[in-house]
């Protein structure tokens, strides 16, 4: 039960994360260091039943990564720091399904964007989407299935 509590908390950050970047198209710094909490939490009750480096070290990565798209103007600075959080959490071992769930939220965006169900603006001639409520989207969507797996496993 108390492992549920840093999952609780994340999804209602990233739910405000949400909000926070389709209104303003902006992602504030408290929610990013919010998140990297809940993850701190969250390894520190015990829920992981993989070490932590991995995590660590994967987060670090994407970091990296994400550092070099941020300086080449493809990705917003929020976004990457939501992101790298995001990969900390899912570690390597739930690297495939986030990225299928991100793939999939992202697209789902887009086409709500196209349809303008949802915002987008124009960028020195481009048009834009906040990314940010993709990969919300997706790390919740990730956080119930690791959670709907955890209570199965723990029935069986």
Known sequence: ???????????????AVIVEDLRFFRIRNVFVVALLGC???DA????????????????????LVLLIMFARGWI???DAKLLTSALLWTGPSDAVAFSLLLMI?????????????????????RRTIPFGPSISAAWILLVVFQYLDVDRSQNN
């Open 44 to 63: 520190v009750i015990g829920r992981r039943a993989e070490p932590l480096v991995p995590h660590l070290l994967f987060g670090g990565g994407g970091f």
């Open 1 to 15: 039960m108390p492992a549920n509590i840093a999952a609780a908390m994340t999804v209602v950050i990233l739910v």
């Open 76 to 78: 917003g600075g929020g």
């Open 105 to 125: 939220t992202t697209l789902g965006y887009i086409a709500g964007a196209h349809l303008a169900w949802l915002p987008a603006r124009e960028v020195r001639g």
């Open 39 to 41: 993850f701190a939490l």
